[in-house]
T-cell receptor, first 113, second 113 residues
Framework: EAGVTQFPSHSVIEKGQTVTLRCDPI?????LYWYRRVMGKEIKFLLH????????ESGMPNNRFLAERTGGTYSTLKVQPAELEDSGVYFC???????????FGQGTRLTVV | AQSVAQPEDQVNVAEGNPLTVKCTYS??????LFWYVQYPNRGLQFLLK??????LVKGSYGFEAEFNKSQTSFHLKKPSALVSDSALYFC???????????FGSGTQLTVLP
């Protein structure tokens, strides 16, 4: 069974540019989460999808971040325009049920210069 | 609000010796507790979880963790460390009404040959 996959693994962009991160969850997992780790600190929650619906987006830092999950399959996280403080590792996770453990992807390392 | 503290940024231990990675948490009500590990250039990998029942939880690769409600701790342990256990370890908590995980800042474990 394929795990959670994220693309790209690394991205380096200039301040003001746009970047789109993609996450393919484990097949059949309705719950999809985005997290990020900034500057070696704790991993922080961004948002949670149940199928194609946003269940909780309380962790999204500002309106420069837009997450979508059309059709309830893969998800994208777009940052537009990117700022220096957006640099970090963005993790995606999925779970079959909301109260079971989440399985994480390898993360996308975003560097904004 | 829920929170997790991992008081040690770095833990060094000699191969063959027992290891402990500390975690304390704060959450309203009864918690779900998790340990994840991140090997170099890999994603977060689930190690073990405490939901209810026996306070001693056994997980992957010989790791175990003990839930201590009075001390609000969930320390990760292994009786005999291997060099291959060297990685970044994250403790996480979720209260029973939330869907997202709250992570600690991570502890870098180095097992010396």
């Amino acid at each position: 069974e394929a795990g959670v996959t994220q693309f790209p693994s690394h991205s380096v962009i200039e301040k003001g540019q746009t970047v789109t991160l993609r996450c393919d969850p484990i097949s059949g997992h309705d719950n999809l989460y985005w997290y990020r780790r900034v500057m070696g600190k704790e991993i922080k929650f961004l948002l949670h999808f149940v199928k194609e619906s946003k269940q909780d987006e309380s962790g999204m830092p500002n309106n420069r971040f837009l997450a979508e999950r059309t059709g309830g399959t893969y998800s994208t996280l777009k940052v537009q325009p990117a700022e220096l403080e957006d640099s970090g590792v963005y993790f995606c996770a999925s779970s079959q049920l909301a109260n079971t453990e989440a399985f994480f992807g390898q993360g996308t390392r975003l560097t904004v210069v | 609000a829920q929170s997790v503290a991992q008081p040690e940024d770095q833990v060094n231990v000699a191969e063959g010796n027992p290891l402990t990675v500390k975690c304390t948490y704060s959450v309203s009500g009864n918690p779900y507790l998790f340990w994840y590990v991140q090997y170099p250039n890999r994603g977060l990998q689930f190690l073990l979880k405490y939901i209810t029942g026996d306070n001693l939880v056994k997980g992957s690769y010989g790791f175990e963790a003990e839930f201590n409600k009075s001390q609000t701790s969930f320390h990760l342990k292994k009786p005999s460390a291997l060099v291959s256990d060297s990685a970044l370890y994250f403790c996480a908590v979720r209260d029973r009404s939330a869907r997202q995980l709250t992570f600690g800042s991570g502890t870098q474990l180095t097992v010396l040959p």
